[in-house]
């Protein structure tokens, strides 16, 4: 098996409805998002996937939250926007952007330094 790691950051905020700290008033974070693809073979030129299309894949999230706030977005208008629900949204929306076998293996995301959340299926 073979994997490929591409990172990217972004700046937005949010508030953790019912969280019952201070975490639950608006705040913002430097976030850190990595998507690690994974698969059992590499093409004929000895790559898995693209990194250039994998970038073009995070980018088409990444844009819709970078210096936004992220409770006005759905599904985050309903659904609370910790670092666990943004990861699997990552997953959602990026996974359906790779044909088999070529699969996204596990979506990391980054609220400080010191601090992640992991999805994988």
């Known amino acids: 098996m073979f994997e490929v790691s591409v990172e990217e950051t972004f700046a937005a905020g949010h508030a953790l409805r019912g969280y019952g700290g201070k975490c639950e008033n608006v705040h913002g974070h430097n976030y850190r998002v990595q998507l ?21 894949l995070i980018h088409s999230v990444v844009d819709r939250l970078d210096h936004r706030f992220i409770n006005d977005l759905p599904p985050f208008d309903i659904l609370n926007p910790s670092a666990e629900n943004l990861a699997k949204y990552f997953y959602d929306e990026i996974s359906s952007g790779l044909t088999s076998p070529v699969r996204l293996g596990r979506v990391k995301i980054w609220e400080t330094d010191i601090t992640s959340a992991t999805y994988r299926p």
Not at 37 to 46: H, K, R, S
């Open 36 to 56: 690690t693809i994974e698969g059992p073979a590499l093409d004929n030129i000895g790559l898995l996937v693209d990194f250039v299309e994998v970038k073009r």
